[in-house]
């Protein structure tokens, strides 16, 4: 994996239906949100709050959509399955990581895309579930 130390200063978010804490750690090895669900080699952060956004309006799981303020405790590299392999560069600016990531907070006030927006996306992440699309865990 390759690290990214330009980044260190910046703020980072994860969004997820889990009910965190601060100083909660976010870890790899839980059933992943997308494809079949298999166990995540990776945890995934964002340094847009839109992605994160999505990120908690698309978790599967019971209870609200939660965007929490997180610092990577190991090294970090581009999320493949938002970057050069769908699209160049990263502009949603998403990474990966197999270390933990530490909660330090939690975004309050945010607002969720609208109703036409996120139906749009879900359709979409059906459409690539039906053609047998996972998520880039190499």
């Known amino acids: 994996m390759e690290a990214i130390d330009d980044l260190i200063s910046q703020q ?46 698309l978790a599967l799981g019971e209870g609200p959509g939660r965007i929490y303020i997180v610092e990577p405790t190991g090294s970090i590299a581009d999320d493949p399955n938002l970057t050069d392999k769908k699209y160049p560069g990263n502009p949603t600016k998403s990474y990966r990581s197999q270390a933990p990531l530490r909660v330090t907070g939690e975004v309050m006030d945010w607002k969720g895309h609208s109703p036409q927006d996120l139906k749009a996306m879900k359709d979409n992440l059906e459409r690539l579930r039906q053609l047998g699309v996972e998520a880039i865990e190499d």
């Open 12 to 57: 980072f978010y994860h969004g997820t239906k889990a009910d965190l804490k601060p100083g909660d750690l976010i870890v790899p090895g839980y059933n992943s949100n997308y494809g079949k669900r298999k166990k995540a080699a990776y945890v995934y952060l964002t340094a847009t709050l839109d992605a994160a956004i999505w990120g908690a309006e």
